[in-house]
């Protein structure tokens, strides 16, 4: 235990340090860098997973009511398009109808980009004034800021159920090698 506390303490130290730090001085919004930030940094790790995962294991489920790996990977990408009606910002006309039935993973890995570049590019057209608008999501009042640290939270719920699904299927999460 004496060991592994001074690890600990070591990769604390490394993350806060490596961790992109806000400014304002690019003409946006501290919010928006750092939602900006927080976006690449889930993205990264939601993309590096999903290729690392074997495509064969794709269609893995820890039970028979619960999605498939392939299925909660087109479920972020799905979200990813949804949250953004709350903000104005419609699913591209050519979005697949049904997105969970994908199964090739060269596809799900396609659109989890495109859902990506989706919710980023709405990050970068909403003005400052913009993030303060009030909005109705879910029946309750909230704020276009509030929208995006929605998404952010529903991303990073579904990299920790992908980490799960990953490890019980015996793949490491590459950035934890």
């Given at each position: ?5 001074p ?5 604390i ?9 806000a ?14 930030a ?22 893995w489920?820890?039970?028979s009511?619960?999605?498939s ?18 903000l104005?910002?419609?699913a ?6 049904d997105?969970e039935?994908?199964t090739?993973?060269?596809q799900?890995?396609?659109?989890l ?19 303060e ?5 879910f029946?309750?009042?909230t ?13 990073h ?5 992908s980490?799960?699904?990953?490890r019980?299927n015996?793949?490491?999460p590459?950035?934890?090698?």
């Open positions: 235990m004496k060991r592994l506390l690890l600990v303490l070591i990769a130290c490394t993350s806060v340090l490596a961790a992109p730090q400014s304002s001085g690019n003409g946006k919004s501290a919010f928006r860098n750092e939602f900006l927080n976006l690449d940094d889930v993205q990264e790790k939601i993309m590096e997973l999903a290729t690392a995962v074997p495509a064969d294991k794709y269609a489920r820890p039970g009511d619960v999605r790996i392939g299925e909660v990977y087109m479920h972020i990408a799905g979200g990813n398009y949804f949250l953004a009606t709350f104005g910002k419609q591209p006309a050519d979005m697949p109808k997105l039935k994908i090739d993973k060269g799900i890995l396609a659109e980009r495109r859902s990506f570049d989706h919710i980023r590019a709405a990050a970068m057209n909403a003005s400052d004034s913009d993030l608008k009030a909005v109705q999501m029946g309750a009042k704020s276009q800021r509030g929208v995006f640290v929605t998404m952010l939270n529903h991303l719920e579904h990299l920790g159920q980490i799960a699904y990953a019980m015996g793949v490491v590459p950035w934890s090698r």
